[in-house]
Every structure is written in C-alpha cells, then in structure tokens.
C-alpha cells in the first residue's frame, strides 16, 4: 500500500508533463504514450475450430455475453471514473482530426488494455488526467483509509465477518443524524451490482440449457444462483468436476466465472474482482500432466521445508486441464496477461476437495514466442538455443503451479492465506507467482520422473527456458494484449 500511494503520488506531480488533446482533456503526450504501448506485443490467439462441436459453440455463446458482463463489472470495481473516460475518450476521438484524432484513440485503446487512465506497468501512474487510481476502488468509500477500515472493525468485532467477506461492499450509512458519527455499512454485492449479476446469470442459465455435458450445466447454473444469493461456495465445489462427464455427453469446455482475485483491492487486499476465462479443453495434453495429480502428497513430502509448513490434511483432488482460451474479461483480461491460474480461492473447498490448475496453451504459445524467444537470443549462448523449445518451456509452467495446492493454509477473509507468508518466509505483499516459483524450483525430479516425468537428458531443455523465464517475469519487457 506504501508503494502504490508513491507511484501515485508521483504521478500527481507529473501534471505538468501532461498536454491538451481537446475537449479539455489532459493526457500524456504521443510520443511517451507510443513508448508505452510498444511494450505490448499484439497477438492473435485462438482455438481449433474443428474440434469444437457445434453444441459447445452455441453454448460457448452465451459464455461469452455472459463474460462480457465482468468486464463491465470490473471496470466499476476498478474505479467510479473509468468507464466515464472511456466514453469521454471514445466521443471526443470522431471530432478531432489528424494528429490530434491519432492521439485519441491511442488513448482510448490503452484505457481498454488497462481497464482505465491509469497504467499498470508504471505503479498506476495516469495517462489521462491527473487523478490518482483509489487504493479501494469503488469496494469502499472513497474517503476511507485503511487505518479507519482497521480501527472500525477493532471497534466493532461482530461486523468483522462480513466487513472483511470478499464478496460485500463497503459504503458510509445515510446519515439520518448530522451530529452522530458516520457508520459503516456492508453491502453484498449480489445487491450492490444486482441488475448486472442477473444479466451474466440469464446468459449462464442459457448456455446450461444448451450442453447435454451434466456437470458443466451444474455448475453454470449454481454460478447463476450464486450471482443472485451471494454465496459462491457449492458452485466452486462443482466447477471442481468439471471435465468428468461421460464421454458420450462431454463438452469440451472449461469455464469459469465470477469473483475471485482480490488484487484490485490495494486498500485491505479483501475483495474479490469479476473475471473470467471461456476455454475449451485439451484433453491431449491435459491427459500428460494428469499423473502429477496423484502424487502432491509425495512432492510435498519432499519439499526443502520445515514439516510445520507442509500440509497433507487438505483435500486430494487436483485436476489440471490444459485449455485454449476463446475469451478473457474483467480481471482476467487487464494489463498483462497470465498464463496459467489455481482455483478456487476458498480455503474450505481445498479442504474438503482440492484445487484445480489451469493452463492457457495458446497463450502460453504466444508468450513463449513473442516474448521468451527475444530474450533467450538476448540472455544465452546462441549454441543453446536449439534447447529453448515450447514444452520445456511449458512444463515449466507446471512445475510453476503444481505447489499452489501445498503448504498450509489458514481460513481467513475467504481467500487462502499460506503460512510461509504468515512466517516471514515471504516479503508482505508477495502474490501467488512468487508463491509457487520458491518450492516450484525445488520440486524433486526424481518423483517426477518415476511417474513420466522429464528425464535426465531433457534437465536442460527444462532449465534453458526457465532461465530465460526469470528474465521474462522479472522485467515483463513485453506483455501480452490479445
């Protein structure tokens, strides 16, 4: 939270650096905003079309209206001002002309990348307007800081619960007295976004009408019914089992939908942003991975860690689909692009089921050539080279998120906190990459190997790109925008 005031702070004082586009708007000027957007490397990603049947396009429809519904939510989480740039923007552009109109529509597309004026690469420096990004977005008054959020909640333990769910609001009661004291209220957000959530639910409740697959049509219509009571629970237990159909009826599909990261949150770090990911499943390379589910117990067994900070007791299930991702929206589609994700966030359905692990291939594809090629040519010897190749690349990325399911955890705030953290293992502030790549590198081959893993002669076409990698994550030279 420190961080984020100075960049923002920062950015204040940049005011002057700004310049007029019209309309009264202030905004960086071409030349810097042109830097900034060559950071990006514009791909074209997508999926074998043959393979998909045509009931899973006709539900893969609805998925995609309904997703299109988190991107709106997100950028209202995001801020209260975003979406008005952006219309700002996307009006004032027609009426400008040459140079002038060149510079609005750069504008307008880099507010789409970022999901609002303010840059995500740059610690949320604004680009359009000298406003700061609000630590909370719009999860909490805009007067609210977090040492009032704290010491509220220190004052007042029976409102703790839900003050700190990750699916509630927080807003300022109406004052009905002007002398009495302000008082803070919780609002869930199956109230606070209801007419948007009962949109994305009819989509969901749609496609559900149009799969025979009975474990995707549960879960779409437990998400549906979450939208409206609030309670994501049972739907994150179903989307566990999705993929588990008998084959005569199963879809290709892989979905997921709703609140889930709270990273949005810069204020507490509590509340959850709407994503989501529409992909359709490679069951191919899913099938490769599938025997490193079996043996978590055995890879945390034989963690470098300290006993106290191993966890056999959570729940066993931990499927890994390898997709293709036809859409991304709302958290899931801002700033740079991720890779693979582990989900659900809820400690109790990992208690009592596990966690599944996601892949995205294509985008992985896609990151693996316009990013990580560059800088392999850059970082190693050209006699390597040959060794940099995709599915080392690629396993990588498992041996990345495979420890997401392991350590302890504690229930708290709705989401999993890992002890190591808890410990001072990690800085405070460190994520979930950060998380997984520290036991990632020290996952045992040897395990591995005995269940199919890479061996002895691939180490290298493992640790080539890997290496690559750290240069890859570390710098984020060239971030992905689909």
């Known amino acids: 939270m420190i961080a984020l005031a ?13 310049v007029d586009i019209g309309g009264g708007v202030r905004a960086i000027p071409a030349e810097r905003l042109a830097a900034k957007r060559a950071r990006y490397a514009d791909v074209r990603i997508g999926v074998d079309e043959a393979g998909v049947t045509a009931e899973d396009r006709a539900v893969l429809a609805d998925l995609v209206r309904a997703a299109e519904v988190m991107t709106r939510l997100f950028w209202k989480q995001a801020s209260a001002t975003g979406l008005a ?7 004032l552009a027609p009426q400008l002309a040459g140079p002038a109109r060149a510079h609005a529509e750069a504008l307008l597309d880099y507010v789409d990348l970022n999901a609002g004026p303010w840059d995500r690469l740059d610690g949320d420096e604004p680009f359009v307007g000298t406003a700061a990004k609000p630590a909370g977005g719009t999860f909490y008054p805009p007067d609210l800081t977090r040492e009032a959020f704290e010491a509220w909640l220190a004052a ?16 300022w009661a109406p004052a009905t007295d002007p002398a009495a004291p302000r008082r803070l209220v919780d609002l869930p957000y199956s109230e606070a976004h209801r007419k948007d959530l009962e949109e994305a639910a009819a989509h969901l409740r749609s496609a559900a009408s149009k799969t025979r697959d009975p ?19 049972q739907s994150d237990m179903d989307w566990m089992d999705l993929g588990t159909a008998p084959a005569d009826v199963a879809s290709s599909i892989e979905v997921v939908i709703g609140p889930y990261e709270v990273y949005e949150d810069g204020l507490a770090g509590l509340k959850a942003a709407f994503e989501a990911f529409v992909t359709v499943r490679d069951d191919a390379e899913s ?12 890879l945390e067994a034989a963690l470098p860690l300290d006993d106290r900070h191993k966890n056999f007791s959570r729940g066993k299930a931990s499927p890994i689909s390898v997709v293709n991702v036809v859409f991304a929206a709302g958290d899931a589609a801002k700033g740079v692009q991720t890779t693979a994700f582990n989900l659900p966030n809820d400690e109790r359905v990992r208690t009592a089921k596990g966690s599944k692990k996601v892949m995205l291939k294509n985008v992985g594809r896609a990151k693996f050539d316009n990013s990580l090629v560059p800088i392999a040519r850059t970082v190693l010897d050209p006699a390597l080279l040959p060794r940099v190749d995709f599915e080392a690349y690629f396993n990588d990325m498992g041996r990345h998120l495979f420890p997401h399911r392991g350590g302890q955890g504690r229930r708290g705030r709705g989401v999993e906190h890992p002890a190591p953290r808890e410990e001072g293992l990690l800085p405070r502030g460190h994520r979930g990459a950060d998380r997984g790549d520290l036991p990632g590198r020290h996952l045992p081959v ?6 199919g893993g890479p061996r002895q002669g691939e180490h290298h076409g493992v640790q080539l790109p890997a290496q690559a990698g750290r240069v890859h994550v570390r710098r984020r030279d060239r971030p992905l925008r689909r």
Do not use: Q, W
Not at 216 to 230: H, M, V
């Open 85 to 91: 740039t952006r219309e700002g923007l996307a009006s």
């Open 6 to 18: 100075a960049a923002c702070g920062g950015a204040e004082r940049k005011a002057d650096m700004m």
């Open 446 to 451: 040897g395990p591995l190997r005995r269940r």
């Open 215 to 233: 474990v995707l049509a549960k879960y779409l219509r437990g998400r549906a019914d979450a939208f409206r009571t609030n309670d994501y629970f």
């Open 156 to 171: 007042h333990p029976e409102d703790r619960e839900r003050f700190e769910s990750p699916f509630t609001v927080i807003r």
């Open 287 to 298: 099938r490769k991975l599938a025997a490193v589910a079996g043996m978590l117990d055995e």
